[in-house]
């Protein structure tokens, strides 16, 4: 399963990189916001530090619109994945990107059909937001399982990116199912290197060796 960092934070995005573990980049028009860049210069420094798929989204409503939006995005590096809502719109939007040979990834999907809607237009990626759904008492890695199972029944092609993870549960739930890929924010990425056996041990370990007084270096 693929990790991708859900983040516009350029310093977090490299911290992570170092480690081997990132194998893209979300960003959407919030994180934007959060980060204070501008959105062609972040995403192309983004694009210059990770090798794998950046998401950057169109922020217009119709779709000849998007589709200018998504070919200037797409001409900032060969590895923008464009991403677009899951509305008619994006739909038609994605189809347009895909036959021309870029990665589309489609967000904000909360349904089944909606994912469904997204692999017959030949999507990259999907973007379920399993967050938002647990948010009003649904359960967002249901809906994680039913694509799965969709998406094999019919052979589709298109990678399940599950989206708005808020814990690493949701990670390791994504990771059961057999999710592509998971994007989650630094601080939950992090987080799954914690265990307190693993910090218990390591101290007593810490401790016995300086008992011996002996060095490695
Ligand atoms: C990523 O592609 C999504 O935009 C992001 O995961 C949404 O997360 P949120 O629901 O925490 O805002």
Not at 8 to 15: L, Q, R
Not at 69 to 96: D, F, H, M, Q, S
């Amino acid at each position: 399963m693929k990790f991708f960092v859900d983040t516009a934070d350029i310093d977090a995005i490299a911290e992570l990189n170092a480690t081997g573990m990132v194998d893209g980049v979300t960003t959407n028009p919030s994180l934007i916001l959060k980060s204070g860049r501008d959105i062609l210069e972040v995403t192309k420094e983004i694009c210059a530090l990770v090798k794998g798929p950046v998401s950057a989204e169109v922020v217009s409503l119709e779709a000849d619109d998007m589709i200018a939006e998504g070919r200037k995005l797409a001409r900032i590096a060969p590895n923008i994945a464009v991403k677009v809502p899951l509305t008619w719109a994006g739909l038609k939007t994605c189809k347009t990107l895909t036959d021309e040979g870029h990665m589309v990834n489609v967000t904000l999907c909360f349904s089944a059909n909606q994912a469904l809607l997204a692999a017959k237009a030949g999507a990259t990626f999907i973007s379920p937001f399993v967050g938002r759904l647990d948010d009003i008492n649904l359960d967002g890695m249901d809906l994680i399982g039913d694509i799965r199972t969709i998406y094999d029944n019919f052979g589709f092609e298109t990678q399940i990116l599950v989206a708005s993870v808020r814990s690493v549960n949701h990670v390791t739930q994504s990771a059961l199912i057999g999710a592509d890929v998971v994007t989650a924010p630094p601080a939950v990425l992090k987080k799954l290197a914690d265990h307190p056996l693993t910090d218990a041990g390591l101290a007593a370990f810490m401790a016995d060796w300086a008992k011996t007084g002996q060095k490695i270096l």
